[in-house]
């Protein structure tokens, strides 16, 4: 089992940026796929970027430039760097993990981002 928490949300100004951290215990390991998906009332959750056991790194166009996901080296800690963040950034932001040769996935809770003046 895999437990994910994020935390760095919050209110930021157009323009600005925010660090988003996710932190996982339980039997995460370098295999497992690690990144962050958005979601919005009405839509469905989107992938935002996320980051393969060989360093595939995978970035949504909507956000290509401006974020970048980063991890840890002992890979129980990933980050998602935010710049020039616009209005239509605003959402839930998960924490995400899978487990491909079990097919699963793990979620955090969600922290919101809001992007406003």
């Known amino acids: 089992q895999v437990h994910l928490m994020e935390s760095g949300g919050g209110l930021v100004e157009p323009g600005g940026s925010l660090r988003l951290s996710c932190s996982a215990s339980?039997?995460?390991?370098?295999?497992?796929?690690m990144g962050w998906y958005r979601q919005t009332p009405g839509k469905d959750r989107e992938m935002v970027a996320k980051?393969?056991?060989?360093?595939?790194?995978v970035y949504a166009d909507s956000v290509k430039g401006r974020f970048t996901i980063s991890r840890d080296k002992l890979r129980r800690n990933w980050y998602l760097q935010m710049n020039s963040l616009k209005p239509e950034d605003t959402a839930v932001y998960y924490c995400?993990?899978?487990?491909?040769?079990?097919?699963?996935?793990?979620w955090g809770q969600g922290t919101q981002v809001t992007v406003s003046s």
């Open positions: 995400y993990a899978r487990a491909s040769w079990i097919d699963r996935d793990y």
């Open positions: 339980g039997s995460i390991s370098s295999s497992h796929v």
């Open positions: 980051v393969s056991a060989a360093h595939d790194y």
